[in-house]
C-alpha cells in the first residue's frame, strides 16, 4: 500500500543534490540519500561516521521523496553505511512512483531487497559479498587500497552478470601507489574500466 510505503522510515545520515563522481554515471546530477548503519568495517572508510545508525535521525519515505523532488533530480543515489541492510523496497518504489532512476550502492554482503533501476555493487574484503547480491550487480567498482585488491577483485568476477561493467578506482589516500598499477592492469585488461572519485578533485560532496 503506498500509504505504508509513504510512512516507513529510514536512518538518514545526510542527503544532498550533487553531482556522482564515480563509476558509470560519473558526470551526472543526482540526489544522494546516505543512510546510516554499516557493519562491514572498512579500514580506510571514509563515512566512519555512518556506521552507527542509531546516531542518525529517522526520514520517513515520503519527506525523502519530497527533497528529491523539490530539485530536478532525475537520478536518486542511496548509498551508506550499507543501505542493504534494510528493506529498500518502500524508498525505491516511491521515488520510482514519480520518474526519479533509482541507484544503490553496496558492499553486496546483503541481499538487496526492492528494484533498483542500477546496482553499483563495490566489494570489501572486510565482509565477503554473497553471490545473490554479485549476480545483480550492474556495476562492480573494486577500491584498490593494495596491490593484492586487484587479484582479489578477481575472484568474485564469475558471478558478475556478462553485462556488468566493471571497474578499478584507488583508493584516495593511496593513490599515487596504485594508480600506476590500475592504469597497467586496465591496459592489460580492457574489459576493465578506471574509475576516479572525480567529486573529490571538484571538491563537491
Ligand atoms: S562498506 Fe562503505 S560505509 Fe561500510 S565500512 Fe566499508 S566503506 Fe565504510
New binding site residues.
Given amino acids: 500500500m503506498i500509504s505504508d510505503n509513504n510512512s516507513f522510515t529510514y536512518p538518514v545520515m545526510e542527503h544532498f543534490y550533487t553531482i556522482q563522481g564515480e563509476g558509470a554515471y560519473t558526470g551526472c546530477a543526482a540526489y544522494f540519500i546516505r543512510l546510516g548503519g ?5 579500514v ?5 561516521e ?2 552507527d545508525a542509531a546516531a542518525h535521525p529517522q526520514m520517513s519515505v515520503s519527506d525523502l521523496v519530497s527533497l528529491v523532488t523539490s530539485t530536478p533530480a532525475k537520478i536518486c543515489v542511496i548509498t ?3 543501505p542493504a541492510m534494510y528493506d529498500l523496497n518502500p524508498l525505491i518504489s516511491q521515488l520510482q512512483s514519480v520518474s526519479v532512476r533509482v541507484h544503490i550502492e553496496t ?1 553486496g ?1 546483503y541481499e538487496i531487497q526492492g528494484k533498483p533501476d542500477w546496482i553499483c555493487l ?1 566489494p ?1 574484503k ?2 565477503f559479498p554473497i553471490k545473490e547480491a554479485l549476480v545483480r550487480a550492474n556495476e562492480y567498482k573494486a ?1 584498490v587500497f593494495h596491490k593484492s585488491d586487484i587479484e582479489w577483485a578477481l575472484s568474485y568476477v564469475s558471478d558478475l552478470p556478462s553485462s556488468c561493467i566493471k571497474y578499478l578506482q584507488p583508493e584516495w589516500s593511496k593513490s599515487e601507489l596504485v594508480t600506476p598499477l590500475i592504469i597497467d592492469f586496465v591496459k592489460s585488461n580492457p574489459d576493465w574500466r578506471i574509475s576516479l572519485q572525480t567529486h573529490k578533485f571538484l571538491n563537491i560532496p
Fill in positions: 554499516c557493519d562491514v568495517g572498512c580506510w572508510c571514509d563515512v566512519k555512518s556506521w551508506g553505511g550499507e558492499s554482503a563495490s570489501k572486510f565482509k577500491v
